[in-house]
């Protein structure tokens, strides 16, 4: 399949108008995007992702158009098991029980799990054990070759690693298998389906699900409208700090570095800060992670680290009772022993802390040979994390942090109009491109609206909220 990209896109023909503005009197986003914007792809953005030889490939322009289209209308498009009946019917006939066929000939859907707690413990530890005898059949003399090696029955045998573990027969009782607790499942292999070896679980606040998460951004200029510019989209269980730094290499790249970014406090850590200054240019814009210290959490009846100044050029720790710490030791971050990222511990002196008034605000160290001791980052992260937590904390900045509210809205449009939280498909990559064709429908409805004259829909505000205002 070949490229023989159309140097310009031919003229809608005058028929084809004529007909689309009978049946549509009233107009539709598309008819205004054509008439105001003209086509929106064109062939030589595609170019090299063809080969040189081959029968000419059907117009991409088109089908990208097509593309998201289907993702702006919402149009629509089992696993081990299956693969070893594909490959060894007779074997698989040979080895399964007749339950397995009331269990697994039909996909196993949520709604059929809706039958209490101990039927449906008692369905799963079914399914775990059903499991672990096809793997043992699998393994064991006489399975036909090459079956077991499948890549279908290795993520079985993954999936189950992690799911289940076996109960050994009691006495004069049957052994079987157990879903292993959550915690319980260890860090090293995440797999989470045998239907997608890419999904990963994720509990965020009151939410857990298994599969991905996209990073929106979008433009937030006055007087334009709102675009996302970028979907970043990885396994769920990445969370959102580190994907900072990718996604303004990915705007850089596509000359669209902001010079503000506004994020939500997961996004922004002291590293990520200088980071984004040092290699963009970017004022990275959020409140920071919470202080979790029991101090941190006091509502400032204990002293947190924000309390704490630091004389750098003296290397010296100040307390609010104006109390000296000039002990400073260079220790690895946790979970940082390999990226040799560092921070400084400081330790007040016993002597100065025993005898005071503000103990009880300060430390719980029972030890009266222990003084409070705080974690200091190094000079440039400590600057510019306080820097970043003043912006957004200042009265008159408040303002321009306030429109990071509009990604919530974009973020709800994708998931309501768009079906952005359902993956269509199997797979990263597959669920990269779904989250990048619903960036661009999310765009063409939003540019519609704009040049057909719609205003950016306000806050929803409550008729009990807007009795205060
Ligand atoms: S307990 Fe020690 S560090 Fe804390 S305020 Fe008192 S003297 Fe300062």
Not at 218 to 246: F, K, Q, S
Not at 336 to 359: E, N, Y
């Amino acid at each position: 399949m070949s490229l023989r990209p159309q140097a310009t896109i031919p003229p809608v023909p005058d028929d084809t108008a004529r007909v689309a503005r009978a049946a549509f009197p009233r107009g539709t986003p598309y008819l205004v995007l054509r008439d105001r914007l003209g086509a929106v792809f064109a062939d030589a953005d595609f170019a090299d992702l063809y080969p040189r030889l081959g029968q000419p490939a059907y117009a991409p322009w088109r089908l990208a158009l097509v593309t998201v289209m289907q993702f702006r209308e919402g149009l629509s498009d089992r696993a081990a098991l299956n693969a070893v009946a594909a490959v060894e019917p007779a074997w698989l006939r040979a080895i399964a029980p007749p339950e397995w066929h009331e269990r697994y000939d039909r996909r196993v859907e949520e709604w059929r799990l809706r039958i209490g707690d101990a039927k449906r413990a008692a369905y799963i530890a079914q399914v775990g054990a059903d499991g672990f005898v096809l793997l043992a059949a699998l393994d064991a003399d006489g399975a036909p070759r090459g079956v077991a090696d499948l890549p279908e029955v290795a993520l079985l045998r993954r999936v189950w690693a992690r799911q289940f573990e076996r109960v050994e027969p009691s006495e004069g009782g049957e052994g079987g298998a157990r879903l292993r607790p959550v915690k319980g499942r260890g860090p090293a292999d995440r797999v989470e389906s045998p239907y997608d070896a890419d999904a990963r679980y994720r509990s965020k606040r009151t939410t857990s699900w298994s599969g991905y998460m996209v990073h929106l951004t979008e433009t937030c200029d006055a007087g334009a409208p709102r675009l996302v510019v970028h979907a970043d989209t990885t396994p769920a269980n990445v969370h959102e700090g580190p994907r900072t730094a990718p996604i303004h290499d990915a705007l850089a790249a596509k000359g669209l570095a902001p010079a503000e970014h506004l994020v939500d406090s997961a996004y922004v850590g002291a590293s990520q800060l200088v980071e984004a200054r040092v290699r963009h240019g970017i004022d990275l814009i959020g409140p920071g992670r919470r202080d979790v210290s029991w101090q941190g959490r006091s509502g400032g009846a204990a002293f947190s680290r924000a309390d704490f100044r630091v004389d750098w050029e003296r290397r010296v720790a100040i307390c609010p009772e104006g109390k000296e710490a000039t002990n400073w030791t260079t220790c690895a971050k946790k979970g940082h022993g390999r990226t040799g990222k560092t921070f400084i511990h400081v330790a007040f002196r016993a002597a100065d802390c025993r005898p005071c008034p503000s103990r009880s605000r300060c430390t719980r160290a029972r030890s009266p040979y222990l003084g409070r001791a705080i974690a200091v980052l190094h000079r440039p992260e400590d600057e510019a994390l306080a820097a970043a937590r003043a912006l957004v904390e200042a009265p008159g900045r408040g303002g321009i942090y306030a429109q990071r509210q509009g990604i919530e809205g974009t973020i709800s449009q994708g998931v309501r109009a768009f079906g952005l939280r359902r993956a269509r498909y199997r797979g990263l990559a597959k669920t990269t491109l779904q989250h990048v064709a619903t960036a661009a429908a999310v765009d063409l409805d939003r540019i519609a609206a704009w040049l057909g004259g719609r205003p950016l829909a306000p806050t929803r505000t409550s008729r009990f909220a807007a009795l205060a205002a």
